[in-house]
């Protein structure tokens, strides 16, 4: 890939709109840099963008950072987000001095959050102790049980992973601090849904799940540009399927106990709230990412040259995010939608997803559909009537983990049904098939 060199601010910058109340950055303080080698990432390609850089953010520029990201929020709280690369690779120190800035330039009363990403590897006694003394909520990247993680999350020498990760999982616990699995769903695991999941709860015995699609472009420059995608990719189906058999293990024993992003965003949709997050909003633009040198791109999945926004040592920060450029970024999210999705049942809670998937062209013709359009179509409308019944309870003030009773009774009533049921008699499940072809098939 050649090196790119990134000097002036992009156009996206020019002309200032209002910037919202609220955004939110990641921060890369190390860059791409990362100790790991996962095939699938998106990121490590992203070190050719800054030939010649140490890859570091040096104290001045963090607490600059600091300074103006906390005065653009005209809420009473604020989530400092870091990310990479392995953003652990800054050392405790930084983190320590960040943490500093941080009360140092907060308004009185206003609340400071710290989230962090990292693949678990270089976490010991002394970082966890950190996290939990400065309420740090962690992400730790694992995609299930030791064959399905290390089939592409190695080391720079091709090395498994999985037992160090899992060690990190254990000192989180130890120190008791906050954290949630993020799995990536790829070629590998994908086929495994019921064993990823058990396995987040049983083993690593986490509450707070995130499955996020491994969509990996198959181009030359890590950019989001052609319309093919590596075979590492998960398929659209898969992801749907992946979904829908968690789904399945989840409404009739975890409501309430396990928390799994994409659960969260269905049910408050279809409760008539926001979904809640930023691929499945109608508009996005208020979730940036900011590199180590203090670049600024309109999304983390757009760290490229034509996104850059400009960099805070030059540009205020908040003058970049309320740029007219940036806020059409989000805007275009929801104008550029095909009609396609403005016709589809699931439309308010999918919202066409991310732009960056949307390399597909409807069946009549028009471009910009979803990769992932056939599992998100399945999984949202799999998912109605539990939500529905789920939003009944809510507004009626109860639980929505009632549904779980509700299941068992209903699963309890069908079981007796089929004890009664001959092998060629409709299946009672109500699928329109023989018996024996559908729940007979084991008896
Ligand atoms: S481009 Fe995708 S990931 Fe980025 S802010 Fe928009 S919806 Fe979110
Ligand atoms: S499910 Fe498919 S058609 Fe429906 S809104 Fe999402 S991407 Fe568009």
């Excluded at 008699?425 to 559908?438: E, L």
Aim: charged share 25%; glycine share 8%; hydrophobic share 35%.
């Amino acid at each position: 890939m050649p090196p790119v060199t990134l000097q002036a601010p992009s156009k996206l910058t020019s002309g200032v709109i209002a910037p919202p109340p609220a955004f939110h950055i990641m921060l890369k303080p190390r860059g791409a840099i990362c100790n790991l080698d996962c095939h699938y990432c998106y990121f490590l390609s992203k070190e050719s963008m800054y030939p010649g850089s140490q890859f570091r953010m040096d104290e001045a520029l963090l607490e600059e950072y600091t300074k103006q990201y906390i005065a653009g929020q005209r809420v009473p709280e604020v989530t400092f987000a870091w990310q990479g690369g392995e953003p652990t690779l800054m050392g405790l120190e930084f983190f320590q001095k960040s943490v500093e800035f941080q009360q140092k330039h907060k308004r009185p009363g206003m609340r400071v959050e710290n989230a962090l990403q990292t693949n678990g590897t270089l976490l010991d006694d002394d970082w966890c102790a950190f996290f939990k003394q400065n309420d740090f909520l962690i992400g730790l990247s694992m995609d299930g049980p030791p064959r399905l993680h290390d089939a592409y999350r190695v080391d720079k020498g091709g090395k498994p992973t999985w037992e160090k990760v899992m060690a990190a999982a254990h000192l989180l616990h130890k120190h008791g601090v906050r954290f949630n699995i993020l799995t990536t769903v790829h070629a590998a695991n994908a086929p495994h849904p019921v064993e990823v999941y058990r396995f987040l709860r049983d083993e690593v015995k986490t509450e707070f799940m995130q499955f996020i699609p491994i969509v990996e472009r198959d181009n030359a420059t890590g950019y989001q540009e052609g319309n093919d995608v590596k075979d590492r990719s998960v398929t659209a189906e898969q992801y749907g399927h992946f979904l829908i058999g968690i789904f399945e293990e989840w409404v009739r024993r975890d409501v309430g106990r396990v928390f799994v992003q994409i659960f969260d965003v269905a049910l408050a949709a279809y409760s008539g709230n926001r979904p809640g997050l930023c691929i499945f909003e109608e508009t996005c633009g208020s979730a940036l990412a900011m590199e180590h040198n203090g670049d600024l791109f309109s999304c983390d999945h757009y760290v490229e040259p034509n996104y850059r926004l400009g960099n805070i040592q030059e540009i205020p920060l908040i003058e970049m995010v309320g740029s007219a450029g940036q806020r059409k970024f989000g805007t275009d999210k929801r104008d550029t939608l095909p009609q396609y999705c403005l016709d589809c049942e699931v439309k308010f809670v999918c919202n066409g997803g991310c732009p960056k998937d949307r390399i597909l062209v409807t069946p009549d013709g028009e471009p910009g559909l979803n990769y992932l359009c056939a599992g998100y179509r399945a999984f949202f409308n799999h998912v109605r009537p539990y939500m529905n019944f789920m939003t009944n309870e809510l507004n009626n003030r109860r639980a929505p983990a009632n549904i779980m009773g509700y299941l068992a009774q209903q699963d309890k009533r069908l079981q007796e049904l089929f004890n009664r049921t001959n092998r060629n008699d409709p299946c009672p499940c109500g699928s329109g098939r023989k018996f024996k072809q559908c729940h007979g098939r084991k008896k």
